[in-house]
């Protein structure tokens, strides 16, 4: 379907000798500073109207009581509140614990039982790696840190994913010295020099044991790094700081290491809002380093297929280009890293996101990249991508500050800045876009939605591929929905957040744009990061959303999708003029999250009035809502579900944001859930982080950049 100009109509932005939008490095000419320049759209079924609406008010609220203790059983009059700990395990009862790690470890030191500054139990081993078990990659300084990035991780996931975590001394001023690993399985001879720690329980296993028989001694010591209690740590990238853009490693985490708490009774807990506290925008600080790495060149199109308008088969027909896509640093990478000689300035479209690998991360869409920019001096234009991911380093938000973001040393392709873009392009759509420059003809992948957590590793996002079609003397656009892919996001590699493109096309042109506006995550019985229970996706239309559903291990099968009717599920493809929505509302933005504290779900939302405001509503179920992971639950009922089976709250203010700096409205906003530890929302707490682009009405190479993503922390009580 072709969509109409947006409101907002096309001012300066991008250079028109250039296409618009080439969604990869190849859009990399130097172009006079007067040179004319267009601007670009993003969102399909975005389209904000300006229409009068009647004022919302909060409604009352009651304050659920939150007790520290436990319950194992739900019991008929209703519960106390209780928390799902830390995945602690118990040593043996005659196990003694004394003061301190040894200061030396390796190799003087095998076996020696501790507990983390968690309170997590491990065992050390010295001089072995676990081969094909990588998780991420981590700078810490110290065998300490590093035991508890395993347990960062662990806590980021819900569950025990990471079992054991190597240090290397000698890297500590290298590229990173940090290895979590899932398993202990596959071992092989490391040297003295790497210091492991295994988890106590997984240490006791036969295999295991049977592993490392030489490694470890026979009468391990008992020792304590010291109080159990759960602690801050932040692990920022080496060289980075408020002054400082040097990097080799691109992760970072701030985290507090506490379970999910429930809230108290048998009803659902009604929500009011409580305080705010704006951040501002949030500011690029890219890594000093690229991978110097040459992929084989591109293909070359038929003169046939370079025409104006949509062509399914150059997204269906062709493999993932090899230059589009995030690079991972491996075995032929591992030794071609070269330093930026600038420091790109970045303007980008969108910034939804989410927690993946215990990273906070921010996807946009549309990106522009600029030689070095200051308030003094624009910068010159490199490069134009569909979309970037950047990491959030340092967690300033906890803290009340603005968010700092790098990009991953695997986004760039040249020593100047260009990047490569997050999610790969089809050779055929590389090509076409190649071929079309300075025509106003592209193929482009929009990530709009916030991350649906898939597993303890992966995220996911469908993203929309979109055709931009630009008339480039009255700079009048329309944006062609050509069908959705799906992306599987990946984090804590040394490259970067990488996105697989693991169905070229997943929904067609002609369907619903399935997931495009995100979805929900139905954990099953085996609680967060597990494999059971379902993955939910939104279906935007008019006058609501529709939804869909799958299980994680066919996300990748059309066939399997499912669809609400209204009455009951079908594999059948609604209409788009269905009205089975499960909420219904002229939505924008949305994230819709089970809050613990509440006992319900809540939905946040930008609506398409563009009045700069977010709202919440509040499943007004007839008891309170226990997912099928919590004690006393139903393990076989599926609790996202619930969403269909009561209605929904009126509309309410949840938060009022100031429009753009050129007056315009906001959009793109939405929830980064998990961001606040214990005191998230979807942990228990109150807090939740907003975030939300705002247009500037600036030149996207000057020091404002032409958009601005903007952050908050609101409390819903």
Known sequence: MSLPTPVSPFSASYPTSSPVGIANVELRAALPSNAARITHRRGLHHHPKHASKEPFVVPEATRSSIGPHRLTVRQDG??????????????????????????????????????????ITYQTVCGLNFDNNIMPFRLVGSFEACVHECDVYNFNQHGVACVAALFVPSRANDDDDCYLKSSIEHSSAAGSTVEGAVRYNVAQSASYTATITLAVTSSAQLVSSGSTKPTHSSSTTKGHSPSSTSARSSSSSTVILTGVTFGSGNSVIIPRVGGSKLHGPTENRPTDQYVQYDEAGGIKLDPSLLTVGVNGKLTTDYDLSPQTGVIQIGQFTENTLAPLVDVPHLSRDGGRGGFVSGQHLFVYCDTGSYSTTTFAQDGDFLAFVSSSVAIDVGMNA??????????????????????????????????????????????????ESSIIPLDSERGLVYAPIVYDNVNMATKAAIFTYTGLTLLEIAAGGQGGPVANRTVKKLFDQDEIEWGCAGGIRSWGPSGFGGSDGKVYIFGAVPGGVLLGRT?????????????????????????????????????????????????TFVAVYLTKYADNTFYYRYLKAGQAILPS?????????????????????????????KPGLNGKYIYSGGVHLEYFGKDDIANGGTKMLLSWTAPTGQDPSTESSEYQTITAEVNLE
């Not at 594999?571 to 999250?593: E, G, L, N, Q, R």
């Not at 992971?629 to 944001?657: C, H, I, Q, R, T």
Request: with cysteine; proline share 6%.
């Open 629 to 657: 992971y919590a004690p006393g639950a139903d393990k076989n009922s599926d609790y996202v579900e619930n969403m269909l089976k009561f209605p929904w709250s009126d509309e309410y203010v949840l938060y009022k944001a």
């Open 398 to 447: 906890l803290a009340g500050n603005a968010i700092f973001l790098q990009d991953g040393i695997g986004e760039w392709s040249d020593n100047v800045g260009r990047q490569r873009g997050f999610a790969p392009l089809t050779q055929g759509e590389q090509a076409y876009n190649i071929d079309m420059q300075g025509k106003g003809q592209r193929y482009a992948i929009w990530p």
């Open 78 to 119: 209703g519960y106390e509140s209780f928390v799902l700990g830390g995945f602690a395990q118990p040593i043996a009862a005659s196990t003694s614990v004394t003061s301190s790690v040894p200061t030396s470890l390796c190799p003087g030191n095998n076996g020696v039982v501790f507990k983390s500054s968690s309170g």
């Open 551 to 599: 299980a994680p291990d066919t996300i990748r099968d059309r066939a399997s999708y499912e669809f609400w009717t209204g009455a009951s599920w079908s594999h059948a493809m609604p209409s788009s003029t269905s009205t089975a929505y499960f909420i219904k509302a002229p939505i924008m933005d949305i994230d819709v999250f089970y809050s613990p504290r509440h006992l």
